[in-house]
């Protein structure tokens, strides 16, 4: 006997192992031979820095659309596997950028041209400093703002994502080190982004060795206390790993500044990207 084939905890933990699964897609990815690849990583650090302000500054849909196409195009360039990119820029976009953004769409919050209406009221209401109309529904005004806040953020994410598959993640510690970023910053960074892995296996290791030495099936109730326990074990020991990381780090000399070694010269290639970026750059804030 064994777990039900599609209990909760077997959702839950083929996500987890999708996390670790696209960690390593991401470091196989920026050690391909493409376009993005080989540039310096300092260049592509401050170009998508850049990049995410302009996006940020655009207040119309229509530049914000074209950023859009120009992101689509360097994917291209770069032999980026385009489904898992935007799977994951779609999710992130639509929880961080459509869901938050949704409600000011409504008259109750913008007011403007109602181009859907949703409920009719018998009247007008008025509680504390809120008013609720007769007739309640999507606006003109309150739709171009979703629609120009989804684009932002999806933007902002596929930025973000672009130079996470395009460079080591070891070079992009680098290039923050190299552009003055706090060593304080880098080193939460860097210990962040390589625990959730430690975390991911962690716990899926554990999900593995009790469905070994179950004899019968694991209901959702006792599957819930077991993820109980579970959580405050691994809380325990996170603790306990952290001061014997911090001790052993302070036993080898661990000083609180960060020592990374220097980038090689940039070439020619890499002056040529970072111009090349940086004009492209310039003509998103004219238009």
Known sequence: MHLKRNSFIDKGLKSLSQ????????????SKEGLFQKLDARI????GIFFIIIVSLKKEIMPEATIAVFIFLLCLAARIDLTEFYRRVLIFGFIFGFLVAAPSALNLISKGEIILPLIKLPRPYDFWIYHIPTEI????????GVVLLTLRVMNSIAISLFVLHTTYFQDIIKALKALRVPDVFLMIITLSYKYI????KTVEDMHLAKKSRLLGELNNAEGRRWITGRIAFIFRKTQLKCDEIFKAMLGRGFTTEVRLPGFKKMSSLDWAAGIASFSVGILFLWI
């Open 197 to 200: 892995f430690i975390f991911a």
């Open 44 to 47: 592509k650090t401050l170009a």
């Open 137 to 144: 529904g999507i606006t003109r005004e309150g739709s171009y």
């Open 19 to 30: 996390v670790i699964k696209t960690g390593y897609i991401q470091w196989e990815l920026a």
